[in-house]
């Protein structure tokens, strides 16, 4: 059965993914110093990078706190990329849930709640901070790119790189990359969205090129499951 509606809960986790699902330093100050390379240089490595992937896997630890209340939620599990457009988040802690995307879609699905939300998401994966991860965002073209340099960050093994996003009428305000300073894959995510709240991802284990199969990145509610849709506009 198909209904048409959103709850709460779906929409507070579908903004984490997308406006997301998926970190990293909180109140940055001004640059002190010039880093290694110039903001154009990294973001062209790093765009040079995904774009060379065909897949990706790992595993996630997730922070999302929201800014009203100050408290922190945190979620961990596996991810699964696979290019174009392919992804497979499966949370595992503190409950299990499962956020797909097969190119055009995004499924949200609970089994303990016996429901699965579906949304077309095939307009906006350029331009949303998941679309980094996949290598579908240009860097440059999409963000406005600045190095982040201070104190705290002379000694790091990573690059921070701060996004702005040069579009209108987006979920978030900005993106803060953690880069690897030798493989230049992407260490850490934050968003930060219109309200002020963020989301923080720390990727680990990342394994590229690995062969993932299409069947990873297929979704079909079983039996018995409440499908939900988003609530449409009505027709003037």
């Not at 290694?36 to 999302?64: H, I, N, P, W």
Request: glycine share 8%; charged share 25%; aromatic share 8%.
């Amino acid at each position: 059965m198909r209904r048409e509606r959103c709850g709460a809960r779906g929409s507070v986790l579908h903004r984490s993914v997308i406006g997301l699902a998926l970190l990293l330093l909180m109140g940055v100050g001004s640059p002190l110093s010039v880093s290694a390379l110039t903001a154009d240089e990294l973001a062209d490595k790093v765009q040079a990078t995904y774009q060379g992937f065909s897949d990706l896997q790992g595993t996630f630890l997730q922070r999302a706190t929201n800014k009203l209340s100050g408290m922190t939620q945190e979620a961990s599990g596996r991810l699964f990329l696979k290019w174009p457009g392919r992804m497979r988040w499966e949370y595992e802690k503190p409950e299990s849930r499962l956020f797909l995307i097969d190119g055009k879609t995004l499924w949200s699905y609970s089994p303990s709640e016996r429901q699965a939300m579906s949304q077309d998401v095939s307009g906006v994966l350029t331009t949303s901070p998941i679309g980094i991860l996949f290598g579908m965002s240009s860097l440059r073209r999409d963000f406005q790119v600045r190095p982040i340099v201070h104190a705290g960050t002379k000694d790091s093994p990573e690059y921070l790189m701060e996004l702005t996003p040069k579009g209108k009428d987006l979920s978030f305000k900005r993106v803060i990359l953690g880069v690897d300073r030798e493989s230049f894959f992407i260490r850490r995510l934050t968003v930060f969205d219109l309200y002020g709240n963020t989301t923080e991802v720390e990727l680990s284990r990342q394994k590229v090129n690995s062969g993932l199969k299409d069947e990873l990145f297929q979704f079909s509610p079983p039996p018995g499951t409440d499908v939900v849709a988003p609530l449409k506009p009505p027709v003037p």
